[in-house]
C-alpha cells in the first residue's frame, strides 16, 4: 500500500470511510471481490464459502485480490475456496435475502406487486418486494399476480 493512500483512486478506506468495522484500507478490487463473494456465496446456497469455481468462473484476475483479502484477514483458505471472517457483512446479506425472501412471498400472496412511480430511469420497481416491473433494457420482469421474475425475453 502506497504511503498516500488516501490519494490513491486504487485504494479505499473501508473502516474510516464505509464503516467497515476492522476492515481497514482495501484496494478497491479487494472490497469488489468480497462484496460480491458474500452476495454470490449466499446465492449458491453456502453463505460465508466462496468458492474456487467461482472465482475461476471470473472474468478478471482474482488470485492477487484473494490473497489481499486473506492477508487482510478477511477470508481463509478451505479446501475448495476461502471462508468469509466478515461475520457482519455475511449476517448483512443472509438477513437481506430473508428480507426479499419475505416481501416476495407476500406479493405473491397478495396476487400483485406494488408499482412505484416511474422515474427518469424509465424503471418501474415493486415498492414491497423491489422486483422489476418495467424496465428500458427489455430484460425480464415480475410476473402478473405478484409472481417472480418472469422469463427473459433478451433469451428467448
Ligand atoms: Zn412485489
Redesign the pocket.
Known sequence: MPDDFENDPHFIDVEGDLGGEGMGVLTRDALNLLMHGVINSCADGTPGFVSDDWLNAIPAETTITAAELEASGLWERRAGGYFVLADDMVKMVIDQNEEMDR??AE?AERGQ??PHEPDESAWVT?Q????PLERPDGGPV?LPD?GPLGPDPRTA
Open positions: 416481501t416476495k406479493c406487486h406494488v415493486c414491497h418486494c423491489g422486483i415480475g405478484g
